[in-house]
């Protein structure tokens, strides 16, 4: 008799939207057309910003209708971006993703005047106009926050005419790469047998080390078959980035990610300079996992091996099982985290089968019109799974947090977006490491948390040393398929301190890493460093605090802030941090370092 599990593995998307197969679905976005269109020829026929009530009433009306008509649109995408992640091969889905992307430029089009139109008002008109209607003053962080992005915005005429051209430029060659890596297969052998599994199905994690060499190696063989087609895809979204940042008035191409994260340059120079000082560190726990695992050093497919280790929890780790130990850990540090991520679970907001066909990676996005969120995985019966389930558990409770607020506060940066999923996974890793009962766990837990350290400080470093890179490379032409690979190297050596086996790289890491394709996003890599030392940093601030409800609350005072203030400033003003002074970032690093301490004492 067949167990049956006690949380579903497959989400539920019907209640959301008509599905896309239905003609209703088409229906909606030939509805949604119509209403951006409508939209345009209010926004071109708003009057002058003044401190006007009359003026300001027209913006509130306008400005009221247009979160209503963006936060059905977001959902859209996200509905049909769940369904074409759940069934990579559906043509048809492909399609219909095409046909709402043709419709971006509209809500473009509505943004670019907005904030062209508000670039050139003066702090001090902006601040009376807010005043003078309610809805105004609500969302006056919105239109201050419009007023910066007017520097990243061409002409109007000429932002317009881009934005259009973006569907089956930018834009297409981010779906190229979906629909490339979604198609693909990787042949490994199984039980004797060679089978095709999708990227997604392909672990690093087995403790057998053949198994990973060989799903290393597989993995790699399928992805060279499309590295050059990835080339193009790379080569023209950073080409277009930086024909675009030619004609505004930006120093180089991290202006863009860093305004998009609202974040300061000297936030960002702090964080990799201290984590370039203190990495080491990291090094010695890498060599030290290399000796128990029995090599000299490891190579890239060894850096997630589970340790050899007996009496520690069982390498298979059930989806139920992790269900419990995600939602008993939340519980410890807030019940109403914990309680969210329940309703999450039993509801059939995530989609976690382990099956092929299903897009690598995961994710989660909301629906902001019904107040909910869906979580994309594959879970594998592992504690990397599992971590990975509370990530995005964090990023569905940070929309949640936020469902009440206006829609343009709840569209938070994603530094800031990091900072609650890894908070979360932060909860679940400290829970667990104080309930080890064993040495054999104590150190399974510790060998998680310091792979995710790694991932953070090194893998990551990686990726943004072979984006800054290959960005300015590019200014000079096109690069090859060789030259990425080379850069690639370059980045994982120095990055993580050459401290793998000299044959143990990943040059074509640039390939199957999905975060490089992302177009609507310049740099996604970083703010995950980011969002990792923050919530390290005001995770181990609960100390602090003489009751954990008073820190869980100033804990959601943060998320709220996310969206209506600038990074820095949220931070500073709920829990006191200066981003901009290594202080704060050394003593983030200074947790992982006890935890690297630990790990070597228990393994003396």
């Given at each position: 008799m067949t167990e049956v599990a006690a949380y579903p593995l497959t989400w539920e998307l019907d209640s959301l939207y008509p599905h896309p197969d239905h003609s209703d679905f088409e229906n909606c976005l030939d509805q949604m057309k119509v209403s951006l269109e409508s939209l345009?020829?209010?926004?071109?026929?708003?009057?002058?910003?003044?401190?006007?009530?009359?003026?300001?009433a027209v913006w509130g009306d306008f400005l009221t209708d247009y979160q209503a008509a963006t936060a059905d649109l977001s959902g859209l995408f996200a509905f049909l971006e769940c369904h074409c992640a759940e069934d990579a091969y559906n043509k048809h889905f492909q399609v219909l993703m095409a046909r709402l992307a043709s419709i971006r430029p509209l809500r473009e089009n509505i943004e670019t005047q907005l904030q062209l139109t508000l670039r050139d008002v003066t702090d001090e008109v902006l601040q009376q106009f807010a005043h003078a209607d309610s809805r105004l003053q609500e969302i006056h962080f919105f239109l201050e926050d419009s007023k910066r992005n007017a520097k990243l915005r061409l002409p109007k005429d000429q932002e317009i005419l881009a934005s259009e051209l973006a569907v089956d430029g930018l834009h297409a060659w981010g779906r190229l790469y979906d629909r490339l890596s979604g198609e693909l297969k990787i042949r490994v052998m199984e039980k004797g047998e060679l089978v095709d599994r999708s990227p997604g199905q392909i672990q690093f994690d087995s403790p057998q080390r053949a198994i990973r060499e060989n799903n290393f190696y597989a993995a790699n063989k399928a992805w060279a078959t499309i590295a050059d087609s990835c080339a193009d895809a790379l080569n023209h979204?950073?080409?277009?980035?930086?024909?675009?940042y030619k004609h505004l008035p930006v120093n180089d191409h991290l202006d863009a990610p860093l305004i998009y994260n609202r974040m300061e340059r000297a936030t960002l120079d702090t964080m990799w300079s201290v984590i370039t000082e203190r990495k080491q560190k990291l090094v010695s726990y890498l060599d030290k996992k290399a000796e128990l695992l029995g090599l000299s050093k490891l190579c890239w497919y060894d850096v997630n091996a589970p340790l050899p280790l007996s009496g520690g929890e069982s390498a298979e780790l059930p989806y139920d099982r992790a269900c419990e130990l995600v939602v008993n850990s939340f519980e410890k540090f807030s019940p109403d985290l914990s309680q969210f991520s329940e309703k999450a679970l039993r509801e059939r907001w995530i989609e976690v089968e382990n099956r092929p066909g299903k897009r690598q990676g995961g994710f989660c996005t909301g629906f902001p019109v019904q107040k909910q969120s869906r979580i994309f995985m594959t879970y594998t019966n592992s504690a990397d799974s599992m971590s990975t389930l509370a990530?995005?558990?964090?990023?569905?409770?940070?929309?949640?947090?936020?469902?009440?607020?206006?829609?343009?506060?709840?569209?938070?940066?994603?530094?800031?977006?990091?900072?609650?999923?890894?908070?979360?996974?932060?909860?679940?890793?400290?829970?667990?490491?104080?309930?080890?009962?064993?040495?054999?766990?104590?150190?399974?837990?510790?060998?998680?948390?310091?792979?995710?350290?790694?991932?953070?400080?090194?893998?990551?470093?990686?990726?943004?040393?072979?984006?800054?890179?290959?960005?300015?490379?590019r200014l000079d032409g096109e690069l090859t398929s060789e030259r990425f690979s080379e850069l690639m190297l370059e980045a994982q050596k120095e990055a993580y301190l050459n401290s793998l086996d000299d044959k143990g790289w990943n040059p074509l890491f640039w390939v199957s890493k999905l975060h490089f394709y992302i177009s609507e996003l310049p740099f996604y890599n970083f703010p995950y460093t980011f969002g990792y030392l923050l919530s390290l940093g005001v995770y181990a601030l609960s100390d602090t605090f003489s009751d954990q409800t008073e820190f869980a609350d100033k804990y959601r005072e943060l998320l709220i802030a996310t969206g209506c203030q600038l990074t820095e400033e949220a931070v500073a003003n709920t829990f006191g941090y200066h981003l901009g002074e290594a202080e704060f970032w050394n003593k983030s690093i200074d947790i992982i370092d006890r935890r690297v301490d630990r790990f070597l004492e228990l393994t003396q």
């Open positions: 345009i020829e209010r926004v071109e026929a708003l009057p002058e910003v003044t401190a006007s009530e009359a003026s300001a979204l950073a080409g277009t980035r930086l024909t675009t990530h995005e558990l964090g990023h569905a409770y940070h929309s949640y947090v936020l469902k009440d607020e206006p829609f343009v506060l709840s569209d938070y940066p994603m530094n800031l977006a990091e900072t609650a999923s890894t908070f979360a996974e932060a909860v679940l890793g400290e829970q667990r490491l104080s309930a080890a009962q064993t040495r054999e766990e104590e150190l399974q837990i510790l060998d998680g948390m310091l792979g995710d350290s790694v991932a953070f400080m090194l893998n990551i470093h990686t990726r943004f040393l072979f984006e800054d890179r290959l960005h300015k490379e």
